[in-house]
Antibody, heavy 115, light 111 residues
Framework: EVQLLESGGGLVQPGGSLRLSCAAS????????MTWVRQAPGKGLEWVSAISNSGTRIYYADSAKGRFTISRDNSKNTLYLQMSSLRAEDTAVYYCARDSLGSYWGQGTLVTVSS | QSVLTQPPSASGTPGQRVTISCSGS????????VNWYHQLPGTAPKLLIY???QRPSGVPDRFSGSKSGTSASLAISGLQSEDEADYYCAAWDDSLNGRGVFGGGTKLTVL
């Protein structure tokens, strides 16, 4: 059974940093593109970033470019999202998903950016 | 403003057939396949349709997808109360070095 478990969310002040993790199991992690998608409170889904199976190809939404860094450790079956210069508008539930658009999704981790 | 355009709401009565549209452009729907998701309040999205018209295992055949040019549609037949949810379309977009794009979502109400 495919399982994706996000962690690392929480309350952070504007301008601060946070690193999200996503522990994957139930499939061959190193064979799949992995993606982060977020959802602001009461809003729709927003694609954030994706990384190829080997980590050599990386893609970002404009809202994430220059501030967020996606990475993965295939030896640990773990996906990461390093977020810096956080703004109030980054407040959202962040989902980890398998494949470039999401075939399987984690339960999400809430990031709140507020002073 | 979402790259893919969906109607904000749709409705139907039990047993009816409803369709939800998703409009894009040549750089996304026009050149890549479309996925559809549904999301119940407080839960993660779930894949409903992939590659325009394929259903993952476990998804009832009441759900079907289609694509023509730069638009796609999700059809739900035999509407049931448990179908009341938010529905999203998504596609890969080849512009700006590549990115994923979602529709703004459609809230389906079963009357």
């Amino acid at each position: 059974e495919v399982q994706l478990l996000e962690s690392g969310g929480g309350l952070v002040q504007p301008g601060g940093s946070l690193r999200l993790s996503c522990a994957a199991s139930g499939f061959t992690f190193s064979s799949y593109v992995m993606t982060w998608v977020r959802q602001a409170p009461g809003k729709g889904l927003e694609w954030v970033s994706a990384i190829s199976n080997s980590g050599t190809r990386i893609y970002y939404a404009d809202s994430a470019k220059g501030r967020f860094t996606i990475s993965r450790d295939n030896s640990k079956n773990t996906l990461y999202l390093q977020m810096s210069s956080l703004r109030a508008e980054d407040t959202a539930v962040y989902y980890c998903a398998r494949d470039s658009l999401g075939s399987y999704w984690g339960q999400g981790t809430l990031v709140t950016v507020s002073s | 403003q979402s790259v893919l355009t969906q109607p904000p709401s749709a409705s139907g009565t039990p047993g009816q057939r409803v369709t939800i549209s998703c409009s894009g452009s040549s750089s996304n729907i026009g050149s890549n396949t479309v996925n559809w998701y549904h999301q119940l309040p407080g839960t993660a999205p779930k894949l409903l349709i992939y590659s325009n018209n394929q259903r993952p295992s476990g998804v009832p055949d009441r759900f079907s997808g289609s694509k023509s040019g730069t638009s796609a549609s999700l059809a739900i037949s035999g509407l049931q109360s448990e179908d009341e949810a938010d529905y999203y379309c998504a596609a890969w977009d080849d512009s700006l070095n590549g990115r994923g794009v979602f529709g703004g979502g459609t809230k389906l109400t079963v009357l």
